[in-house]
């Protein structure tokens, strides 16, 4: 049984000393983790800007002036044109995003054959689409969507500084309708938005005490953009943000702990606490969404340097050789010769 968490508890967690803390989290990730392996993901954004829900730190918003392009939503051909080059440059998950306070019915069949091809590509699915309808659940579960992205963002708390347009409980039906279609859940928070340690202790407990913790789940540190209302923040202190990831890793044990947005800023050293701490999935290539992150070859360089190695897929169909020859390939050999090689 699934341990519920209280308030007092987990910032007790957050209160640790630092050094005790990672030292506990690491335990625990040794206990349902092969420490050496890190679960990567591409994220794509198949629709663009124009959203007309105003989540402060987001330059999607239709609301705020941020020099974004709008974009309809792509093609099927593109998208798994993109979900192609991400599984020959390493990425076992492929996430989909669009900005959308939720998807029109127009839009289910198109999003049903992106999930389509990009199973058969043997990645695993992944999409965040904003709200949906227990009808639309049901359709991308039918059509093999393996996880959806819905963040809660913050604590019920402090929800309403960041967002006014979606309640925090039409955050949690929708988690609770993904899940009763038999999709797995991907949910975590932002650090950085204004908030006190009390509320990334109540994000933290929200997740863990969910009928069933997400099975994935991003914790993302601002990127501040220009023109957002929260473009100046103060900075997160790295030691905060690894604290949190450390907590998150002891409180949802089974549930991969995603280093998400904000790693382009994070240096080497913080990137390795983190993994320390309870890390074991990132976000791969040069751009989530719209913001920036570390190139494939520096996640590359980072993994060589750290005896890390992606993990892959369970939903892969090819050869089982010719996959573990190119994780050789992609951990101890040259990256450019991996890309190659995955894409012959």
Same mark, same amino acid.
Request: a negative charge; aromatic letters at 6%.
């Given at each position: ?94 996430? $989909? ?62 929800? =309403? ?68 209302? $929260? ?101 101890? =050999? ?11």
């Amino acid at each position: 049984m699934t341990q519920r968490w209280s308030l007092a508890q987990t910032q007790a967690l957050f209160n640790k000393p630092f050094l005790e803390l990672l030292f506990e989290a690491q335990q625990v990730h040794r206990q349902h983790f092969d420490p050496r392996q890190v679960q990567v993901s591409t994220l794509l954004s198949i629709k663009t800007g124009a959203c007309p829900e105003d989540c402060k730190y987001c330059p999607q918003s239709a609301r705020y002036k941020t020099g974004l392009e709008s974009e309809r939503l792509m093609e099927v051909d593109e998208v798994l044109a993109s979900a192609r080059k991400a599984k020959a440059a390493g990425s076992s998950r492929f996430c $989909m995003g669009a900005a959308w306070k939720n998807p029109h019915e127009r839009d289910m069949p198109y999003l049903e054959k992106m999930v389509q091809g990009v199973r058969e590509l043997g990645m695993e699915t992944c999409m965040t689409l904003g709200t949906l309808s227990d009808r639309q659940a049901q359709q991308l579960a039918d059509a093999g969507l393996d996880f959806y992205n819905h963040n809660l963002d913050t604590s019920p708390e402090f929800y =309403g500084n960041v967002i006014t347009t979606r309640s925090y409980q039409e955050r949690l039906d929708t988690l609770d309708k993904v899940r009763d279609a038999g999709i797995k859940v991907c949910s975590g928070g932002i650090v950085g938005l204004g908030e006190t340690v009390t509320d990334r202790a109540g994000l933290l407990m929200q997740l863990a005490n969910l009928p069933v913790p997400p099975e994935s789940v991003p914790i993302n540190m601002l990127v501040k953009v220009k023109g957002t209302p $929260m473009a100046d923040n103060d900075d997160v202190d790295p030691f905060d943000f690894i604290r949190t990831i450390a907590v998150a890793r002891i409180m949802m044990p089974r549930s991969h702990v995603r280093l998400s947005a904000g790693r382009e800023q994070m240096s080497e050293q913080t990137q390795a606490m983190c993994f320390m701490a309870g890390a074991n999935s990132i976000f791969y290539g040069c751009k989530l969404l719209t913001t920036p992150n570390p190139e494939e070859d520096t996640d590359l360089l980072l993994f060589r340097k750290l005896g890390l190695n992606p993990e892959h897929t369970t939903t892969v169909h090819g050869d089982v050789a010719q996959q573990q020859q190119l994780t050789e390939q992609l951990t101890h =050999g040259d990256s450019e010769q991996f890309y190659n090689a995955a894409l012959s």
